[in-house]
């Protein structure tokens, strides 16, 4: 089977020169205040609807759970296959691809490639604590952040959370790019010493939970944890029960690498246990929502990046059935995506253009929270 490697995604970095924001609040900087029960773009008829029982309540922290509207339940996996350079694959036929639930096989019903328009939440770290440690890499970042937004296309809807005690919704979803240039314009002098990852990452799955179509969230953050009121467990059964893909950039790699453990306080807040702790914690954010986790060590990595998450999440294949199981119960159902020879019922040889057999890694969500029949 051949396979050809994504396209150069172009990275631009010019920063926007805007005016410093006001301190002395206890948000992020200046805020505008957000109405959070609609998108931004309010008047376009297309954009992602956020319900308003999903309003933040005073702890920032959203309200309710999903609710599921269907007699029959449908399951929709995104999934990515990859080679050994984390290339993705193109061109698997549907019959290839097997769906098990609970160890059980699926029916797959429906089937395409990634490329419809996405909703997508950019998350960024915005924390004094940690900031003036890489204070140095703050521009690269902001760099990076509104690279990322300019490699979107123009149908994608695009929100920006900073956090740092709380998240905070600057710009809210939107098809208008340059809301999301002012709001990262605002990200100048951070306010608080906190970083609520834990928090954040559900607020903002919660939040996405139901809007339509492909989504992901793409997080910059040192993946340290001081404030959530979440433990990192509880974090992660609701990240795993929302299954909206993570693509998480680490931001204290590279720091570490070029002696920032070093200044004073910094090993303290960055120890190599701490790093390690909070990589892996972003890692299996990652990997359990079918989401992919990058931690680069310059910024001269950052590029690649941004075309590898770019790759991932327009080449993914969309898959959905109807579970044999439809039993309303509330309970987690795990999900493992294999490719087979429809023929032989045995695991797929890859192989590259060459004919030489390669590993293959498929990158899918553990599973999704069944629905629990509303009395």
């Not at 301190?23 to 109405?35: C, F, L």
Request: aromatic share 8%.
């Amino acid at each position: 089977m051949k396979y050809f490697a994504v396209g150069l995604v172009c990275l631009l970095g010019v920063l926007m020169a805007q005016s410093p924001v006001t301190q002395g609040s206890e948000t992020v900087g200046k805020k505008k205040t957000t109405d959070t029960t609609a998108p931004a773009d309010a008047t376009d008829p297309n954009a992602p609807k956020i319900p308003s029982k999903y309003k933040p309540n005073k702890d920032g922290l959203p309200q309710g759970a999903p609710t599921f509207r269907s007699d029959v339940l449908t399951v929709t996996v995104d999934v990515a296959v990859l080679d050994n350079h984390g290339n993705p694959i193109p061109k698997i036929p549907q019959e290839r691809f097997r769906i098990l639930e609970d160890n059980t096989p699926q029916k797959v019903t429906g089937f395409s490639i990634g490329e419809a328009p996405m909703t997508i939440c950019l998350v960024i770290e915005f924390s004094a604590k940690f900031q003036r440690y890489y204070s140095w890499t703050w521009q690269e970042t902001l760099n990076d952040a509104y690279g990322f937004v300019r490699t979107l296309k123009p149908e994608d809807y695009l929100a920006v959370i900073a956090y740092d005690m709380r998240p905070e919704i600057l710009s809210d979803f939107s098809t208008d790019r340059t809301m999301a240039a002012e709001a990262l314009s605002r990200l100048r002098i951070p306010g608080f010493s906190e970083a609520n990852l834990y928090d954040t990452l559900v607020f903002t799955g919660d939040r996405m939970q139901e809007i339509e179509g492909r989504k992901a969230i793409v997080l910059l953050s040192t993946g340290i944890d001081t404030f959530s009121k979440l433990t990192f467990d509880k974090a992660r059964r609701a990240i795993q029960d929302n299954g909206i893909p993570i693509y998480a950039i680490g931001l204290a790699q590279a720091q570490r690498e070029m002696g920032g453990g070093s200044r004073p306080g910094m090993a303290g807040a960055m120890s190599d246990m701490n790093l390690a702790v909070s990589n892996q914690q972003m890692k299996t954010f990652a990997t359990e929502t079918g989401g992919r986790a990058f931690f680069p060590r310059f910024a001269g990595e950052m590029p690649g990046i941004i075309e590898a998450i770019q790759g991932s999440m327009r080449n993914n294949y969309v898959l959905t059935y109807q579970p044999s199981n439809q039993t309303k119960d509330g309970k987690f159902r795990r999900l493992k995506v294999e490719l087979v020879n429809p023929e032989t019922n045995e695991p797929l040889k890859v192989v590259d253009e060459k004919g030489k057999p390669i590993k293959v890694q498929i990158v899918a969500k553990a599973g999704y929270k069944a629905p629990r029949e509303v009395e």
